[in-house]
């Protein structure tokens, strides 16, 4: 159980048009949605955290206009990086939190590769 | 924030137990200790998480001292499948009833022949 399934797995996109990445909890409902940013050689970093129904909260440092996120429902979150850049090429990961009072656990989807050309 | 320091690298012989150590002298009394692993071009997955008492589960055990100030992540019998990189991370309290997983830049245990 507790599975997150991120889409796509990998895109390329033209410089100054917008992405769309999906995020879903296929066996439960998440509380949380959290989105991460990872370079290569580098460590995952946390870009925002989100609840359903209600804003993400952005973590210092990251552009909420550019890094736009929505939690409709409580197995969908979408980030979408607006007028992106080379720069933004990245892998960004999802990540959705299953509480229920008795487990926690945060569960991680497989990543969407992002090349801007 | 609670902030982990892990051994940037570690080897081990396929086959023996893999201990990763983890220091978190900062941490509160009520934040809990997350282990993940990520394989290249993967999301992380889950190993095991506690918050006093020592875990066990199919995966590893986790060993956290009683001061909690640091822990030990030990895979019994590594595989060479177990190479991959791991965090060890404190979760922090981020307000409401929201917390949050913040990594740090892991250890890489390469598991070798």
């Known amino acids: 159980g507790a599975v997150v399934s991120q889409h796509p797995s990998w895109v390329i996109c033209k410089s100054g048009t917008s992405v769309k990445i999906e995020c879903r909890s296929l066996?439960?409902?998440?509380?949380?949605m959290f989105w991460y940013r990872q370079f290569p050689k580098q460590s995952l970093m946390l870009m925002a955290t989100s609840n359903e129904g209600s804003k993400a909260t952005y973590e210092q440092g990251v552009e909420k206009d550019k890094f736009l996120i929505n939690h409709a429902s409580l197995t969908l979150s979408t980030l979408t990086v607006t007028s992106a850049h080379p720069e933004d090429s990245s892998f960004y990961i999802c990540?959705?939190?299953?509480?229920?009072?008795?487990?926690?656990?945060?569960?991680f989807g497989s990543g969407t590769r992002l090349t801007v050309v | 924030d609670a902030k982990t320091t892990q051994p940037p690298s570690m080897d081990c012989a396929e086959g023996r137990a893999a201990n990763l150590p983890c220091n978190h002298s900062?941490?509160?009394?009520?934040?809990?200790v997350y282990w993940y692993r990520q394989i290249h071009s993967q999301g992380p997955q889950y190993i095991i998480h506690?918050?006093?008492n020592n875990e066990t589960n199919e995966m590893a055990s986790l060993i956290i001292t009683e001061d909690r100030k640091s822990s030990t992540l030990i895979l019994p019998h590594a595989t060479l499948r177990d190479t991959a990189v791991y965090y060890c991370i404190v979760r922090l309290y981020s307000g409401g009833s929201n917390y949050k997983l913040t990594f740090g830049k892991g250890t890489l245990l390469t598991v070798n022949p």
């Open positions: 066996d439960f409902q998440a509380t949380t």
């Open positions: 900062t941490i509160s009394g009520n934040e809990y």
């Open positions: 506690g918050l006093k």
């Open positions: 990540s959705a939190r299953l509480w229920t009072g008795e487990r926690d656990g945060y569960t």
